[in-house]
């Protein structure tokens, strides 16, 4: 028998053993074992599971996968990756604790770490600046622009635009959203860097 089957039976027993010692029985029945194979299989010492599975023939073990599963597995893995990289491109524009707390649930030691991994440990720190009325009307035409976006990758989509940082966009928007005033768009405004 080669190696890797013996391994690969060495490993699906092994899972068995586990799957048996917090009494999930329906996962090994359903991986076509009785009741008494369970028992039998948990009482084996590491060593006899290992002679147990040099001994299994070839065919005894079959692996199924649903590929279905993969799929939401993929997609799930997907969408953390997306995550992720939103949470970095935010915090380099100038995303504030504040921000990422309230559209992450962020701790102040999480946000500190992915200032840190970015390098940006003492960049940032402050009041933000006042912007002028250019700079506010560039922001909020941009925000009505972006409405079709989800929050987060809105207020990205904003700050690509206007290249304001975003903790004065994120200061802007919830005054905005508080207080109903915001900037009267007269004519098209466009910010110049």
Not at 38 to 64: C, Y
């Amino acid at each position: 028998m080669d190696n890797h089957h013996a391994e690969h039976s060495l490993q699906t027993l092994l899972y068995i053993a586990r799957l048996s010692a917090f009494e999930d029985y329906g996962s090994a029945i359903k991986l076509g074992l009785r009741p008494d194979q369970i028992d039998a299989i948990r009482a084996l010492s590491v060593q006899d599971l290992h002679e147990l599975a040099l001994s299994i023939q070839v065919h005894a073990i079959t692996i199924q996968i649903s590929p279905e599963s993969v799929d939401t597995a993929l997609r799930i893995l997907k969408s953390r990756d997306d995550e992720r990289e939103l949470i970095l491109a935010m915090i380099r524009a100038g995303a504030q604790f504040r921000m990422m707390n309230a559209l992450f649930g962020f701790s102040n030691l999480c946000f500190s770490n992915y200032r840190k991994l970015l390098d940006l440990s003492n960049e940032g720190i402050g009041r933000p600046e006042i912007l002028n009325d250019t700079d506010q009307k560039a922001i909020w035409s941009a925000w009505l622009k972006h409405e079709h976006l989800g929050e987060k990758e809105r207020y990205l989509a904003v700050h690509q635009e206007t290249h304001v940082p975003l903790r004065n966009i994120w200061l802007l928007i919830q005054d905005w959203e508080t207080t109903g005033l915001t900037p009267i768009l007269d004519e098209p405004s466009t910010r110049t860097t």
